[in-house]
T-cell receptor, first 111, second 116 residues
């Protein structure tokens, strides 16, 4: 069974600050996705990373996939109140299509 | 284009009753997934359909849970003899199923099930 551990579980910061969320596993994943979920809605896909060491940038968000494809990080620069939400990492292992989700990081950005 | 839609958005049922939850995937997506999200458990995989292949039912928690996908499109998740521990948000997702973007799943808004 593949497990994904996310940290921190909760994060409350002031607008303009930077933050990093971590997603770690002892298993290798063929791909890893990051999602953001707001109350009453389903998760929304932010990015997919598939290559070890890969770095992707989406405006103020930077995503990195570990060299061994066991871990990932999400870095947000100059956080805004609109970044508030539940951030979920999810991995697909081998040829399996179903995703294993991390427990999530609840981010609150205060004005 | 239209995203994944689910109905109903909310369902309250009495313990022991059967419920059906519906999912309409994105047109052209061959893969469809059901997940369950509850406090303290996070998002759990339930079942996966890919084209005409036999579904992967490895995540279903008990034989009270079943799902069908008719015509390769709409799917129904059925929970028989509901229990209070079945209370959760049931999320449906779809993906292209093949190719470099096969892993990218697009989620519906979910059905919040409350068993009283």
């Amino acid at each position: 069974t593949q497990l994904l551990e996310q940290s921190p579980q909760f994060l409350s910061i002031q607008e303009g600050e930077n933050l990093t969320v971590y997603c770690n596993s002892s298993s290798v994943f063929s791909s890893l996705q990051w999602y953001r979920q707001e109350p009453g809605e389903g998760p929304v896909l932010l990015v997919t990373v598939v290559t070890g060491g890969e770095v992707k940038k989406l405006k103020r968000l930077t995503f990195q996939f570990g060299d061994a494809r066991k871990d990932s990080s999400l870095h947000i620069t100059a956080a805004q109140t609109g970044d508030t939400g539940l951030y979920l990492c999810a991995g697909a292992a081998g040829s399996a299509r179903q995703l294993t989700f991390g427990s999530g990081t609840q981010l609150t950005v205060l004005p | 284009g239209a995203g994944v839609s689910q109905s109903p958005s909310n369902k309250v049922t009495e313990k022991g009753k059967d419920v059906e939850l519906r999912c309409d995937p994105i047109s052209g997506h061959t893969a469809l997934y059901w997940y369950r999200q509850s406090l303290g458990q996070g998002l759990e995989f339930l079942i996966y359909f890919q084209g005409n292949s036999a579904p992967d039912k490895s995540g279903l928690p008990s034989d009270r849970f079943s799902a069908e996908r008719t015509g390769g499109s709409v799917s129904t998740l059925t929970i028989q003899r509901t229990q209070q521990e079945d209370s959760a948000v049931y999320l449906c997702a779809s993906s292209l199923g093949v190719g470099s973007r096969a892993y990218e799943q697009y989620f519906g808004p979910g059905t919040r099930l409350t068993v009283t």
